[in-house]
Nanobody
Framework: QVRLVESGGGLVQAGDSLRLTCASS????????VAWFRRAPGQEREFVTA????????VYADSVKGRFTVSRDNTRDTVYLQMDSLKPEDTAIYYC????????????????????WGQGTQVTVSS
């Protein structure tokens, strides 16, 4: 079983940065693709970014491209989301999710593709 725990959220001002962490316990996630999704108040959950199991393939939503960077440290079973130049519209609960994949598969942008989810961490960006 895989248990994911997000951390690093908080209240910041527009233009600030935050780094979110997704740590896994139980089974190692080094053979798993990991994604970040977010849900803003009153809105549907949306894809943010994903990283392949080896870290060599990443995908970003257009809304965060150039501002957010996803990375991973498989020796620590941890995935990071560096968020720079934050905007009020980035305010949301951020969730990490994981799915076991084979090496050549690019990470999915579909929430339905992921089997394991964390509880989320709140990010609030004030204007």
């Amino acid at each position: 079983q895989v248990r994911l725990v997000e951390s690093g959220g908080g209240l910041v001002q527009a233009g600030d940065s935050l780094r979110l962490t997704c740590a896994s316990s139980g089974r190692s996630t080094r053979n798993f693709a990991v994604a970040w999704f977010r849900r803003a108040p009153g809105q549907e959950r949306e894809f943010v970014t994903a990283i392949s199991r080896g870290g060599g393939d990443t995908v970003y939503a257009d809304s965060v491209k150039g501002r957010f960077t996803v990375s991973r440290d498989n020796t620590r079973d941890t995935v990071y989301l560096q968020m720079d130049s934050l905007k009020p519209e980035d305010t949301a609960i951020y969730y990490c999710a994981a799915v076991r994949t084979i090496m050549t598969v690019s990470p999915s942008v579909q929430a339905e593709s992921y089997d394991y989810w964390g509880q989320g961490t709140q990010v609030t960006v004030s204007s």
